[in-house]
């Protein structure tokens, strides 16, 4: 069988399922038969070639009728750019049931056996020494923090709680108000850092 007709060689469809609540547009050759199709599809939909039914809708989405010759050509169909092609699936599977990405199994491991491997970028990252495994960058950095905090301390020490101060924020007009606070915020006990201005923002008590 042979297509007939000026119909280009190739058609973009639309491909729906029963399996799944999406739909995709794909390009296919008009010389597939009807049963290669199917093949080409079970990677679109994951229903087996051999549980579909195969459905052709209109660019408007009126039903035209099914694809259920085998050996057809699917160029032998009124298929044109901007169809649908519904597969219904008679697996047993359940709609959505390829989209659950919880029922799929995921590969685990142990840090001492990640610790073990040497192709992991963790044993690259010890090899080179590089990151935390830069003893040398790691002191460095920790003498930095050091000294940041130390010089962040004197610089909260200077500001006495019930003082009298101005905040500005981008964006926004100065406020007046009094120290409440200084010091470090236990919400934020992760950030290295002495919060004297920052806190002085958030627990001020604003007069008008």
Not at 140 to 161: C, G
Not at 180 to 204: D, N, Q, R
């Amino acid at each position: 069988m042979e297509v007939s007709g000026l119909s280009a060689p190739t058609v973009t469809v639309f491909i729906s399922s029963s399996l799944n609540s999406f739909r995709s547009q794909k390009r296919y050759s008009r010389s597939l038969t009807i049963a290669e199709f199917k093949c080409k599809l079970e990677l679109v939909v994951g229903s087996p070639a051999s549980c579909m039914e195969l459905e052709l809708y209109g660019a408007d989405d009126k039903f035209y009728g099914k694809l259920d010759q085998e050996d057809a050509l699917l160029g032998s169909y009124p298929v044109d750019d901007g169809c649908r092609i519904h597969v219904i699936d008679h697996s047993g599977a359940r709609l959505g049931e390829f989209e659950d990405v919880s029922q799929v199994k995921k590969y685990t491991i142990s840090q001492e056996a990640y610790d073990q491997r040497q192709d992991s970028v963790r044993s690259f990252l010890k090899r080179s020494k590089l990151g935390r495994f830069n003893e040398e960058e790691q002191a460095q950095r920790k003498a930095e923090t050091t000294q940041r905090l130390t010089e962040e301390k004197a610089q909260a020490d200077a500001i006495p709680v019930g003082s009298r101060c101005e905040v500005r924020a981008p964006g926004q007009s100065p406020r007046r108000g009094t120290v409440m606070y200084v010091g470090p915020v236990s919400k934020y006990s992760h950030i290295l850092s002495y919060w004297a201005s920052t806190c002085e923002f958030w627990a001020t008590q604003f007069t008008p």
